[in-house]
């Protein structure tokens, strides 16, 4: 299994910019595909974006596509989520998991602890 750890979040402007990142660790992450997902209070956990386990095939929720970039390191074991143009609608607490590649959280069978994503306007 894979255990990971998200950094990066904070309080931004609307218009502003932050790069999420997930270090992982276990022997399965260069094999897995990395998911970004988001969550706010009340609601289902919501697809983001997601990319192979060879840094290629990215995909993303259409309300992020064109502002959100994923990408990957598998020689530093981590994966980043840069966001750009950031909404007030982009607040959220935002989850990386491992597994296979998929826009249903349920395919994953990990995930880590969540960083909270602030979008003041």
């Known amino acids: 299994q894979v255990q990971l750890v998200e950094s990066g979040g904070g309080l931004v402007q609307t218009g502003g910019s932050l790069r999420l990142s997930c270090v992982a660790s276990g022997r399965t992450f260069s094999s897995s595909a990395i998911g970004w997902f988001r969550q706010v209070p009340g609601k289902e956990r919501a697809f983001v974006a997601v990319?192979?386990?060879?840094?290629?095939?990215?995909y993303y929720a259409d309300s992020v596509k064109g502002r959100f970039t994923i990408s990957r390191d598998n020689a530093k074991n981590t994966v980043y989520l840069q966001m750009n143009s950031l909404k007030a609608e982009d607040t959220a607490v935002y989850y990386c998991?491992?597994?296979?590649?998929?826009?249903?959280?349920?395919?994953?069978?990990?995930w880590g602890q969540g960083t909270q994503v602030t979008v003041s306007s």
């Open positions: 998991a491992a597994g296979p590649r998929s826009m249903s959280p349920n395919a994953y069978d990990s």
């Open positions: 990319i192979s386990w060879s840094g290629g095939y990215p």
